[in-house]
């Protein structure tokens, strides 16, 4: 979830401005990465690299190819390391050794005369000092390396360099990470609160060099009226996931089981936002569930169990979720089918149903990034009685210079904010951008419109946020 502030009044430049040089806070899994990052090869791994055959590649557009968790969110992967090192960023400052991005494959000292023959040991990556390199040089119609099947991994290896996340990933049997969340709101009519917001601390062991890994987040959660910084990790704390992941399987294949939550529609970082308010998923879901699902590349699918959680003070839910979709290197297309269906008792032990179907687009032209999702919820209160409505959402960001965007995001549904019958539309204009490696900050004018039966209501203001994770 993306922290965020909401600022109003003459002094919004000053507030803004102060807490930014104190606290940066997280980023979660962000669909419209995968469009922006679609074509770019070198976004992920070395440039040039062989294909294996189709049982043991693991290229993908999916969740895991940034994060340990194939849902998404969470931890990255060393691959999603990469990515924000190299790719996610405006400047790299070589005071703070920052990384820079690989050279295009016809530079690189590895892709030699003696191509195929095993090298004593892996060659080092050639980079540039462009910080906007031009995409073109890294896409698949600039290198055709991906069009040969490598015969074996030595042959494979000869086309990485030394730092590729391949050999990270098999080198680190211990990797951490986490985010900061910083957030401030001042809402008409109603005084401002700035307060250091959450915390999400992961660890990730790996038992085994490849397969298998244990994976644990915690996650520390603040509020408005408790402005010591410490205050974080006294309010709330409690388990973000934990589980067990068996994964690098024959096409790509994974399962899983423990504590998560599963993948579902077109995630968005705010979960404020209108979508995320509706389908009820929250900063706090979490679920007892088994999933097994698989990514050979362009399509992906998974399926997930849940179960009533280990505890009464967990999430007593039960049911499946599916989801199938595809992500395609022409033009970052996206699709994404996704179904939940889930029971949960309430205080007398009657079991009351969920069930919403997401179908979600997107795709990326230019500097264009759009995405859209149309979310059908059905949610029973109490036995034979329901919420049922339609949530549209579309967000758009244009990129203006590096990797900094103009945004626009908006939200319509036929009912209420809280589900009941009337309607509510959701508006958000700003900025966003990813100044250095790990770090973003987004400013955006928001306006919302809800209507419960006959009785309407608006807000608006200025939201801000900031985070930095690693």
């Not at 080198?171 to 990470?177: H, L, N, V």
Request: hydrophobic share 40%.
């Amino acid at each position: 979830m993306i922290a965020k502030m909401r600022l109003a009044g003459a002094g919004w430049f000053r507030i803004v401005l102060f807490p930014c040089l104190l606290w940066v806070a997280p980023v979660f899994s962000q669909p419209w990465l995968a469009n922006h990052q679609a074509q770019n090869c070198a976004a992920c791994h070395s440039p040039s690299r062989l294909n294996l055959p189709a049982a043991k590649r693991r290229c993908t557009l999916s969740c895991q190819g940034c994060h340990v968790n194939p849902n998404g969110g969470g931890l990255r992967s060393r691959y999603g390391v990469w990515n924000q090192q190299r790719w996610q960023r405006s400047f790299a400052l070589d005071a703070l050794h920052h990384k820079k991005a690989p050279a295009p494959a016809g530079k690189q000292s590895y892709l030699n005369a003696a191509k195929g023959k095993p090298k004593s040991k892996p060659v080092p990556l050639v980079e540039t000092d462009e910080l906007e390199p031009t995409l073109s040089e890294y896409n698949k119609y600039s290198d055709d390396a991906w069009k040969s099947t490598a015969l074996n991994y030595a042959e494979f290896k000869t086309h990485m360099s030394d730092v590729d996340p391949y050999h990270e990933e098999r080198a680190m049997p211990i990797q951490a990470g986490g985010d900061f969340r910083y957030f401030i709101i001042a809402q008409d009519g109603q005084p401002t609160h700035a307060w250091f917001m959450g915390a999400d601390l992961g660890v990730r062991v790996r038992p085994t060099p490849e397969m298998l890994s244990l994976v644990f987040e915690s996650r520390f959660l603040n509020q408005p009226t408790n402005t010591s910084p410490l205050a974080v990790f006294t309010s709330e704390a409690r388990v973000r996931s934990a589980y067990v992941l068996v994964d690098d399987l024959p096409y790509n294949t994974h399962v899983m089981y423990g504590l998560y939550r599963p993948m579902f529609g077109l995630y968005h970082p705010d979960h404020t936002a209108l979508g995320q308010v509706l389908s009820g998923l929250t900063q706090r879901s979490v679920f007892h569930a088994i999933g097994i699902g698989s990514a050979p590349n362009v399509p992906f699918l998974n399926a997930h169990l849940i179960f009533p959680g280990p505890t009464t003070s967990a999430d007593q839910s039960s049911g499946f979720v599916i989801n199938l979709g595809g992500r395609w290197v022409t033009a970052g297309i996206s699709l994404l089918i996704s179904y939940w269906s889930t029971t949960t008792p309430d205080a007398l032990a009657a079991n009351l149903q969920r069930k919403m179907l997401s179908v979600s687009i997107g795709t990326e032209i230019d500097r264009l990034i759009f995405n859209s999702e149309l979310l059908r919820f059905e949610k029973e209160f109490q036995p034979g009685n329901f919420d049922r409505g339609t949530v549209w959402s579309n967000r758009v960001k244009y990129r203006f210079w590096r990797e900094q965007y103009l945004v626009l995001n908006h939200a319509f549904s036929n009912t209420a904010r809280n589900g009941k019958a009337g309607s509510s539309n959701e508006f958000m204009l700003g900025a966003m951008g990813y100044l250095l490696p790990g770090t973003q900050a987004e400013l955006l004018y928001v306006r919302r419109y809800n209507l419960v039966g006959s009785t309407p209501s608006t807000e608006s203001g200025i939201q801000f946020q900031t985070h930095i994770y690693f």
